[in-house]
């Protein structure tokens, strides 16, 4: 089993920075695609960013583009989603899961779940 602890949420103020971490305990994910996901208060939960095993593929729902970086270390277990420029409509639970096989970036097939971190912009 792995185990997801997501860490680095908090308050910010619109136009300010926040950097989540999502560390894993357990079994090695260095071979997992993670993900990002948030549900906004009476919003369905939604793929915000991945990022396959090795690094090399990323995907960004097109809200955040520009603006969110995701970034792994497999060497330390964890990864990170770098968010600059927040606005309002970013304030949600956001939750690190992590997948098994070959790299695609939809959001289904998530196998494992952290239990989530609040973000909140004020405007």
């Known amino acids: 089993q792995v185990q997801l602890v997501e860490s680095g949420g908090g308050l910010v103020q619109a136009g300010g920075s926040l950097r989540l971490s999502c560390e894993a305990s357990?079994?090695?994910?260095?071979?997992?695609?993670m993900g990002w996901f948030r549900q906004a208060p009476g919003k369905e939960r939604a793929l915000v960013s991945s990022i396959s095993w090795s690094g090399a593929f990323t995907f960004y729902a097109d809200s955040v583009k520009g603006r969110f970086t995701i970034s792994r270390d497999n060497g330390k277990d964890l990864v990170y989603l770098q968010m600059n420029n927040l606005n309002a409509a970013d304030t949600a639970v956001y939750y690190c899961?992590?997948?098994?096989?070959?790299?695609?970036?939809?959001?289904?097939?998530?196998?494992?779940w952290g239990q989530g971190t609040q973000v909140t912009v004020s405007p």
């Open positions: 899961a992590a997948r098994t096989g070959n790299w695609n970036f939809g959001q289904a097939d998530y196998d494992y």
């Open positions: 357990g079994r090695s994910f260095s071979h997992y695609t």
